[in-house]
């Protein structure tokens, strides 16, 4: 059964960090949920662009491959990546802003780059030892917001810790959101969380979750659970 596709993003993408073998039993207990799938560097490299195709039959795709090279080779790329039929790609703010100027042309309505600002995995210890002097997370994630907001790009990936403080300089910006968990869920390798009805408080359009749902005892349930709580936040 397909989902209908329309411009309009889910409110959570389920993030299939798992072997192929277990995404189509993923895939059929998630079925009629308005939910979006993430296809991270795990996935695509196991499996390649076909998949990809079939998994945007299903619903919303956003790849998550983090794009950063050169200019003319990640608009290559994300030319090649904008044929698959999926709705959003990332690409590292960090790859500066020649990269970042040759992608806004490519964008259309039913497909959109994110800029990655910080990594939600990352700490002040990491920032250190890549020799970023700024002075905290939030700060370093404002600035590369603004350079990539400035090459024209209108989407971002960021913590729940940094969205209200870039919402707040770009109030028509998409942010997409990782690093949510629900009340009482593991933290895993995530730093800086917030849970679902919070991440949307403070300004997220969608969020990405992914063990909380595919490692629950029921995903379904899970799933259910998490957008019920968006419901309630809205």
Same mark, same amino acid.
């Given at each position: 059964?397909?989902?209908?596709?329309?411009?309009?993003?889910?409110?959570?993408?389920?993030?299939?960090?798992?072997?192929?073998?277990?995404?189509?039993?993923?895939?059929?207990?998630?079925?009629?949920?308005?939910?979006?799938?993430?296809?991270?560097?795990?996935?695509?490299?196991?499996?390649?662009?076909?998949?990809?195709?079939?998994?945007?039959?299903?619903?919303?795709?956003?790849?998550?491959?983090?794009?950063?090279?050169?200019?003319?080779?990640?608009?290559?790329?994300?030319?090649?990546?904008?044929?698959?039929?999926? &709705?959003?790609?990332?690409?590292?703010?960090?790859?500066?802003?020649?990269?970042?100027?040759?992608?806004?042309?490519?964008?259309?309505?039913?497909?959109?780059?994110?800029?990655?600002?910080?990594?939600?995995?990352?700490?002040?210890?990491?920032?250190?030892?890549?020799?970023?002097?700024?002075?905290?997370?939030?700060?370093?994630?404002?600035?590369?917001?603004?350079?990539?907001?400035?090459?024209?790009?209108?989407?971002?990936?960021?913590?729940?810790?940094?969205?209200?403080?870039?919402?707040?300089?770009?109030?028509?910006?998409?942010?997409?959101?990782?690093?949510?968990?629900?009340?009482?869920?593991?933290?895993?390798?995530?730093? &800086?969380?917030?849970?679902?009805?919070?991440?949307?408080?403070?300004?997220?359009?969608?969020?990405?979750?992914?063990?909380?749902?595919?490692?629950?005892?029921?995903?379904?349930?899970?799933?259910?659970?998490?957008?019920?709580?968006?419901?309630?936040?809205?």
């Amino acid at each position: 059964m397909v989902q209908d596709q329309s411009h309009r993003l889910p409110p959570v993408f389920v993030a299939l960090d798992m072997a192929q073998a277990e995404v189509e039993p993923m895939l059929d207990r998630l079925e009629g949920l308005n939910l979006g799938l993430k296809v991270g560097m795990e996935l695509f490299y196991q499996t390649g662009p076909d998949f990809v195709r079939q998994l945007a039959e299903w619903g919303p795709v956003f790849l998550d491959l983090k794009l950063h090279d050169i200019p003319n080779t990640v608009a290559s790329a994300a030319a090649r990546i904008a044929d698959l039929g999926v &709705r959003l790609t990332t690409v590292h703010a960090s790859g500066g802003r020649a990269m970042l100027e040759g992608l806004a042309a490519l964008e259309r309505p039913d497909f959109r780059f994110l800029a990655v600002t910080v990594l939600t995995s990352a700490d002040r210890a990491e920032l250190d030892g890549l020799g970023i002097a700024k002075p905290d997370l939030g700060e370093h994630a404002r600035h590369l917001f603004r350079l990539a907001s400035d090459c024209g790009l209108g989407g971002f990936v960021c913590s729940p810790q940094e969205v209200a403080a870039l919402r707040a300089l770009r109030d028509d910006a998409l942010f997409v959101t990782p690093g949510v968990r629900p009340a009482g869920a593991a933290r895993d390798d995530q730093t &800086r969380i917030a849970t679902p009805a919070d991440a949307m408080a403070r300004g997220a359009s969608s969020l990405v979750i992914g063990r909380p749902i595919t490692r629950a005892a029921d995903p379904r349930a899970a799933a259910e659970a998490i957008l019920a709580e968006i419901d309630g936040h809205g």
